[in-house]
C-alpha cells in the first residue's frame, strides 16, 4: 500500500454498521473512502436494538456516541421469570464502567447516525451501486468491477474493505474458506405496541422455560417492544398479563452460524457479517462486533498495520460466537466448540 495516508484510495462493499462505520472511522484519519451499496436506501427492517457499553467507548472519539444516547432508550435492569415465577433480577448499574447500560436503538436510526457522521467528514454513499467482481493484482492494489443502472465501470483501489454481510460477494471473490453451521429450528421475532406492559421502561425480560425455550423483550421506548425467542412464536413464549395494542410485526427467521478462516487476503478485508455470523445476542451480537473489526480495521488501514488485523479480530470473533451458543442453545456446545 502507498505510505501516503491521502494517496490511499480505499472501497468499503456494503453501508450497514460495519461499512459506515469503517467509513467514519477512516474519514477521521484522513482517508475518505469510496462507500457503495447494492440497497437503494437505508434498510427500515428492524434487525439490532442492542448497542453495548464497549460500543459506545469506541464509538466516543466519532462524536457518534452522544447522537445514539441522545435517541436510544437506556436498558438499566434485567429481570428473569422461570416459567411464570420471576426468580432473579440484575441491576445493570452496579457495574463499574462509564455506560453501565444497554442502549437501545432500531439499527436504521443508528447507520441514519452513522451515515450522517460520515457525509460531515465529507463522504457520501453511492446507493444502487452492486460490486461485481475483484481481482487483486501483483503489485497490492485491487481491480474492482461494479454496476450501477447497467453500467459497469472498473476501478483500482490500494484495499477494499468487503463489509456486505451474510451473503458476501467480497467473500466470494476472495475464496475465503468458512465454517458454517445452520440450526435446524426457526427462530422469531415480534414487535408490538403494549400501555400495560408490565415492567419499567428500562427494563429488559428474560422468559426463561424449563425445556430451554426463551423469550427476551426489549423496550424501544413510547410503548413499543421487541420479543425475540429460539422458537417459532416469540409471543407464545412470553408470559405474564399484558395487551398488544398493535403488532408491527411477526416473523420467523433461520440462524447460520459461520465464521471465515481469515479475514484477509492481500489488500482486500472482511469485517461484520461478511466474516462472522451467530445468534442475535443483544449486547454481544453482530452488530457489535462488526462496528469493532472497522475501528480496528479503519485504524490499521491509515497506520500501514494492516498484517495484524486477522490475528487481532478472529480470536475475538471465536469467543464471542461460543458464547453466544453455549449462553442460548446448550446442546449445540459440542459443535462450536470446535470453530
Ligand atoms: C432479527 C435480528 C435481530 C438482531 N439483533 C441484534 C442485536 O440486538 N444486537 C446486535 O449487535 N446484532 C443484532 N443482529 C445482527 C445485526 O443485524 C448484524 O450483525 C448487522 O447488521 C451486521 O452489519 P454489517 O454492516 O456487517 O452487515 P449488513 O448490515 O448486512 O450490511 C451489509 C450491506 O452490504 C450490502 N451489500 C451486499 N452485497 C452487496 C454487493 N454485492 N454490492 C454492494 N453492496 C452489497 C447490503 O445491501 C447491506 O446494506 C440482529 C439480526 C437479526 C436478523
Known amino acids: 500500500m502507498s505510505s501516503s495516508k491521502n494517496q490511499k484510495k480505499v472501497l468499503i462493499v456494503g453501508a450497514g454498521p460495519t461499512g459506515l462505520t469503517s ?9 475518505v473512502p469510496q462507500v457503495i451499496d447494492a440497497k437503494k436506501e437505508i434498510s427500515p427492517l428492524s434487525r439490532a436494538v442492542g448497542v453495548s457499553a464497549s460500543t459506545l467507548e469506541l464509538l466516543e472519539e466519532s462524536g457518534v456516541t452522544p447522537r445514539l444516547l441522545a435517541e436510544g432508550v437506556k436498558i438499566t435492569n434485567a429481570q428473569i421469570t422461570l416459567e411464570s415465577e420471576k426468580c ?4 445493570f448499574s452496579l457495574l463499574p464502567c462509564q455506560y453501565n447500560f444497554l442502549l437501545s436503538l432500531p439499527q436504521d436510526r443508528t447507520e441514519q447516525i452513522m451515515q450522517k457522521r460520515f457525509e460531515e467528514l465529507g463522504g457520501s454513499v453511492q446507493y444502487s451501486t452492486v460490486l461485481i467482481s475483484l481481482t487483486q493484482k501483483k503489485d497490492g492494489t485491487v481491480e474492482v468491477v461494479t454496476e450501477k443502472d447497467g453500467k459497469r465501470l472498473t476501478e483500482t483501489f490500494n484495499a477494499v474493505i468487503g463489509a456486505d454481510g451474510v451473503n458476501s460477494k467480497v467473500r466470494q471473490q476472495m475464496g475465503v474458506k ?12 415480534a414487535e408490538f405496541n403494549s400501555k400495560d406492559w408490565p415492567s419499567p421502561p428500562g427494563e429488559i425480560q428474560y422468559f426463561l422455560k424449563k425445556n430451554g425455550n426463551f423469550a427476551v423483550v426489549i423496550p424501544l421506548g413510547n410503548s413499543r417492544y421487541r420479543a425475540v425467542s429460539n422458537t417459532s412464536d416469540a409471543l407464545a413464549c412470553v408470559s405474564g398479563k399484558y395487551t398488544i395494542d398493535k403488532l408491527h410485526s411477526a416473523n420467523t427467521f433461520k440462524i447460520v452460524v459461520r465464521h471465515v478462516k481469515t479475514y484477509q487476503k492481500g489488500n482486500i478485508f472482511l469485517a461484520g457479517d461478511a466474516a462472522h455470523t451467530y445468534l442475535p445476542a443483544g449486547g454481544q451480537g453482530g452488530m457489535n462486533l462488526g462496528i469493532k473489526d472497522a475501528c480496528s ?3 490499521r488501514i491509515a497506520e500501514n498495520d494492516v498484517k495484524g488485523y486477522t490475528r ?8 464471542t460466537i461460543r458464547w453466544s451458543v453455549i449462553f ?3 446442546r449445540f456446545r459440542s459443535i462450536w466448540m470446535k470453530m
Open 88 to 91: 432473579t433480577a440484575l441491576d
Open 328 to 330: 442460548a442453545v446448550p
Open 297 to 299: 480495521l479503519a485504524r
Open 23 to 31: 467509513a467514519f472511522e477512516l474519514a477521521r484519519q484522513g482517508i
Open 312 to 319: 487481532e479480530r478472529r480470536p475475538v470473533g471465536k469467543a
Open 178 to 189: 468458512t465454517r458454517d453451521y445452520e440450526y435446524p429450528n426457526a427462530w422469531s421475532t
